[in-house]
């Protein structure tokens, strides 16, 4: 399809819908040679000057529990105000459609406000409403024009189909709405209802229009560009920037749950410039804005520009700015991570604005430092897109920092300690005096869970360890003992890897382990006497986490495999505990240590010795396997006391 007659259709669409708006005024495009004359002032010149002169006396230091260990301020919050949509997009949503939080679930309008309030407070000068489809929701002129009142918030803005946008910009921009996102993935009307499986191009349209006419600069239209299907008209929607303020994104393929993403459908930024650039060599390249997702370009004399949104092949995230809150009140630090917060949970619970703070900045400390990789993140079990713009993920995500300390969540994940909203949490922060929330860890869904908080970078008075924050046994290091700021497992794309310890020197390595299990009092004795049916207990252990030990690297996928050259698995009988002792040690040597084999021997001994009893009794417990030592390897020796 060419560029000109598209554009040349569209244009007479906008025209035509000039004669259904309600101020009649229409959209003149400008004659050869003359200058390009917005409708109407643009927005950013309208906001009234007592505000923009408030905004500049009052810049206050940025908060601490928005900036994250790599030192990204988090000053964009994206609230998703229902999961409901009136279209279906094919990117976004299953055709089968999604299943609904109940109402009773979602936030209310008193509890997104209250957390907006927060966020500002703490630094946050921009917040744009998502969905679903936001604008269906009843009350969003009022959601704008509360927030509109909230001193600090520079920019609101709004994502949004298109499909009411006509009927209720205007309330909306009196409200206080100063940002606009519209999204069109085809000028093709025919094309439109396949991609979203619903009527409405015209409104769509339509509301593009009176955008402009509002005054809006730029319309900011996003395109979701997939391969088979709309790569096709890129060419004509950036014609469409000759004539319009728009500034046409033309948006990556990224997966979701229930997309069907493949990435032979994904058309790369570079394909996609490579293919303006061959129409339009004269295209140059804009500054780029802090914090910017979009890389933009223009066309010299188009009135619009044209941006992409590189998240799969040219990831930002280094400068990423963003946090989101979903419809139902979790957070998410990252549109590609599973894992959540739900902030609801704890308003509900009478968190005060304090503990609030405490929980959104353990949250932000976690960030990652990118996302994992358009492949891995294809992989990986996240929301579909309806359900993030818009349950805790239980099985992906344990409720975040539950029967835990404020002081130690924060102190696990190294969060760097900078200016707060107030000196006195400065200084809790700072002494480790931060407030104990008996009340939300008691109600908290799944409290009695441990959750695993890991890092790949901590600060250096952080705890490195990246485990579970109950107390740990105390270990002592009868050398040096070298530690690393990272995970030496993950590349630096934060993908699992192999170490490679090809040149490491060859030393003797021996490691021992140990392992509890606790029987009870029945079958201890059985055990004791070797009296079970299945046969000697203690002996099938043995054999197993002999067994174990030599092939540790067929179970553990990123370990080496290791030629042992002894293995010694010995089980003590505890009589006062009606418990077994199990003590496995491994000996080899080589470039790599021999502990992960010492701890599989005894791990996998205690499995069998429980698959030998669990006829007589299910209550068993399996206990304590730890390191007790190992020796040899460039890191020294370690010893636990």
């Known amino acids: 399809m060419a560029a000109q007659p598209v554009s040349r259709m569209l244009r007479l669409v906008l025209r035509s819908s000039v004669r259904s708006c309600s101020s009649g005024a229409p959209v003149t495009q400008p004659r050869p040679g003359e200058p390009s004359q917005p409708a109407v002032e643009p927005l950013s010149s309208q906001v009234p000057s007592r505000r923009r002169q408030f905004l500049r006396e009052h810049t206050v230091p940025f908060s601490a529990f928005l900036t994250d260990g790599f030192g990204r301020r988090h000053s964009y919050l994206r609230i998703s105000l229902t999961e409901k949509c009136n279209l279906r997009c094919q990117y976004c949503m299953p055709e089968e459609g999604v299943p609904l939080t109940p109402k009773a679930d979602l936030l209310t309008t008193g509890e997104i406000l209250t957390l907006a309030r927060l966020f500002v407070k703490e630094g946050v000068d921009k917040i744009r409403l998502t969905g679903g489809e936001p604008l269906i929701r009843p009350d969003v002129v009022d959601v704008v024009a509360q927030l509109h009142r909230l001193e600090g918030l520079r920019t609101i803005g709004i994502t949004t189909n298109g499909i009411n946008l006509a009927r209720l910009l205007p309330q909306l921009q009196k409200a206080g709405l100063s940002a606009i996102n519209i999204s069109l993935d085809t000028l093709v009307p025919a094309k439109f209802e396949f991609i979203v499986r619903r009527k409405g191009f015209h409104k769509v349209m339509e509301g593009i229009h009176k955008a402009i006419e509002l005054g809006y600069h730029p319309v900011k239209v996003n395109c979701v560009v997939m391969r088979g299907l709309n790569e096709d008209e890129l060419l004509d929607f950036v014609a469409l920037t000759e004539g319009l303020p728009l500034d046409v994104r033309f948006i990556e393929y990224m997966p979701f749950d229930g997309n069907k993403w493949n990435f032979k459908k994904m058309v790369s930024y570079k394909e996609m410039l490579d293919t303006l650039q061959q129409q339009w060599p004269e295209l140059e390249k804009l500054p780029e804005e802090e914090s910017s997702t979009a890389k933009a370009f223009k066309i010299p004399g188009f009135r619009g520009q044209v941006s992409f949104i590189t998240s799969m092949s040219e990831h930002f995230c280094g400068t990423c700015n963003r946090l989101r809150i979903t419809a139902d009140g979790n957070l998410k630090v990252c549109l590609f991570g599973n894992s959540e917060v739900s902030l609801r949970d704890h308003l509900r619970a009478g968190a005060s604005e304090e503990e609030l703070l405490c929980i959104i900045g353990a949250a932000v400390g976690r960030k990652k430092r990118q996302h994992a990789g358009m492949f891995s993140i294809s992989q990986m079990k996240n929301r579909p897109m309806i359900l993030i713009e818009c349950f805790l993920m239980r099985q992906d995500s344990p409720p975040a920092i539950p029967s835990i300390s404020f002081r130690d969540s924060l102190r696990i994940q190294g969060l760097r300690h900078r200016v707060s909203f107030s000196n006195q949490m400065v200084t809790l922060w700072k002494r480790g005096r931060l407030p104990q929330t008996r009340l939300l860890t008691q109600q908290w869904l799944g409290s009695g869970l441990p959750q695993r908080h890991y890092s790949s970078h901590l600060d250096s008075d952080a705890n490195p360890k990246c485990l579970s924050p109950e107390p740990q046994a105390p270990a002592t290091p009868s050398g040096p003992l070298p530690t690393s700021d990272q995970l030496t497992h993950v590349d630096t794309e934060g993908r699992a890897a192999m170490v490679d310890v090809g040149r490491k020197p060859d030393t003797e390595r021996v490691a021992v382990a140990s392992a509890m299990v606790l029987l009870g009092p029945v079958a201890f004795k059985l055990v004791q006497e070797n009296q079970l049916k299945k046969g000697d207990a203690l002996v099938v252990a043995q054999l197993a986490g002999i067994q174990a030990a030599k092939v540790t690297s067929q179970l ?46 005894a791990a996998v001994a205690a499995l069998a010795l429980y698959d030998m009893c669990k006829a007589v009794s299910r209550d068993i417990v399996l206990s304590e396997i730890k390191l007790i030592s190992k020796t040899g390897g460039q890191r020294g020796d370690f010893h636990r006391t």
Request: one cysteine or more; aromatic letters at 0%.
């Open 556 to 601: 553990i996928p990123l370990c080496h495999h290791v030629s042992l050259s002894h293995v010694q698995v010995q089980l003590e009988l505890d009589s006062t505990r009606h418990a077994v002792v199990i003590r496995a040690s491994c000996r080899a040597r080589g470039p790599t240590g021999v502990e992960m084999e010492a701890l599989t021997s």
